[in-house]
């Protein structure tokens, strides 16, 4: 489907499967949720409403199955495929050639020394350091290893060490996004600085109104200030949360700072140096935004009180990117995001199996299922927060019919 209209999933939401239920959703917490599966908990999974709840693997991170429902089938067949193993050994190699990519960049930076050719280095690095948030993000899902502790060690080293960014923050920010995907008031990634709904953008006063009136023009503009968000509220996390192992949180975290600023201070001139430093964070968030803005921009937006079965829910919401492996590589696998959202414990290299699987159990049951190219992507995205945008402009006063009588004091 390339010509996805946001209100072909509305309908598909509201076809008998949607049931209206109070918001449940609070502050962010520092643990990530769980819910009780069998006798077992699994972390970092929405609750499913539903009876009769199966008992699952320890692979298994999504809701919780349950025996004949539609996405308990879907499981099942996935399950039988083999696409929910651990895939360690890609793991390896992956992490390996990000590191060796990492080690080079910075080699290369200090042999370069004090030059404007640094500025090559640096759009080398901004490629680079998105590598390292890809595989925090597999960690933090689980993805990788089969221990929590495990995937945690993983994801501290990949994202607070490397590139300056708190796994603990992540995961508890993006945990709730899946547990509650493009749903005002409850997914933080549509409550920050873009309004993805009329309601949302009419409500904002001065200058939140003025963006959310220009968004589309100014939405890649912004991405270049991206890096530095997620690194202020990674900060922010470990100062004022309760996350788990906060002392080593900080204190990679401050190593990561401190290493980058000393060696890029070190070896260039102080203006040369803040140049640098812009444009390696800058394009470094440009490259994340652009990575996440095709998943779900554009698609179905859900109200606090509006609830589906967890098939419908994470399928309607979500966008996949067609392309080859390079596309997978260069999106990190995010380009699956509908087989992401329904498996997020699914290894990065299943993704692709997944997909003609997952589509066509869709198709069987008349779900929609979103897929386009990269560019079309970003053209729908532009073109709901414009949409959107205009909802923020005065309204239009009616043309008055000719020869109708004048109104008092007009």
């Not at 290369?108 to 590598?131: E, I």
């Not at 004022?240 to 201070?265: C, M, T």
């Not at 430093?277 to 968030?285: D, R």
Request: charged residues 15%; proline residues 7%; hydrophobic residues 45%.
């Amino acid at each position: 489907m390339d010509n996805w209209d946001n209100s072909i999933g509305r309908v598909a939401l509201r076809s008998g499967t949607v049931q209206r239920v109070p918001p449940a959703i609070g502050p962010p917490v520092a643990t990530e949720p769980a819910v009780v599966v069998g006798s077992a908990v699994v972390a970092g999974s929405p609750v499913v409403a539903e009876p009769e709840v199966v008992a699952e693997s320890p692979a298994h991170t999504g809701p919780p199955v349950v025996r004949g429902s539609e996405y308990a089938m879907l499981m099942r067949r996935v399950r039988q495929a083999g696409l929910l193993e651990r895939r360690v050994r890609y793991y390896v190699w992956v992490a390996g050639f990000a590191a060796a990519a990492w080690l080079a960049g910075w080699v290369a930076f200090v042999l370069v020394g004090d030059s404007w050719w640094q500025l090559a280095v640096a759009v080398a690095l901004a490629v680079v350091f998105p590598q390292f948030a890809f595989l925090g993000h597999d960690a933090g899902h689980r993805q990788i290893f089969r221990t929590r502790r495990a995937n945690h060690l993983f994801g501290l080293i990949a994202g607070n060490l490397a590139i300056g960014v708190s796994i603990g923050w992540w995961t508890s920010n993006h945990n709730r996004h899946h547990a509650h995907p493009n749903t005002e008031d409850a997914d933080p990634d549509i409550m920050g600085v873009l309004a993805h709904s009329d309601g949302r953008a009419r409500a904002g006063r001065g200058l939140r109104r003025l963006i959310f009136r220009y968004q589309a023009w100014l939405f890649f503009p912004m991405l270049l200030l991206e890096g530095w968000s997620l690194h202020g509220a990674s900060a922010k996390a470990v100062a004022s949360w309760d996350i788990r192992d906060r002392f080593w949180e900080g204190a990679l975290l401050g190593a990561h700072a401190l290493g980058y600023l000393i060696v890029v201070f070190g070896v260039l001139s102080p203006v040369k140096a803040v140049v640098f430093i812009a444009v390696q964070q800058g394009l470094f968030g440009l490259y994340m935004g652009c990575t996440f803005a095709p998943n779900h921009k554009g698609m179905a937006v859900l109200t606090p009180g509006e609830s589906a079965d967890f098939l419908r829910r994470q399928v309607l919401t979500s966008r996949n990117v067609r392309g080859g492996r390079f596309t997978d590589i260069a999106l990190g696998g995010l380009n699956y995001q509908i087989e992401h959202h329904l498996f997020p414990a699914m290894p990065r290299p299943s993704l692709r199996r997944a997909r003609p699987l997952v589509a066509r159990f869709c198709a069987e049951r008349g779900v929609p299922y979103c897929e386009t190219g990269l560019l079309d992507s970003y053209s729908q995205a532009l073109r709901h927060l414009n949409a959107v945008g205009k909802a923020t402009w005065p309204a239009e006063p009616e043309p008055v019919a000719a020869g109708a009588p004048k109104q008092p004091g007009a």
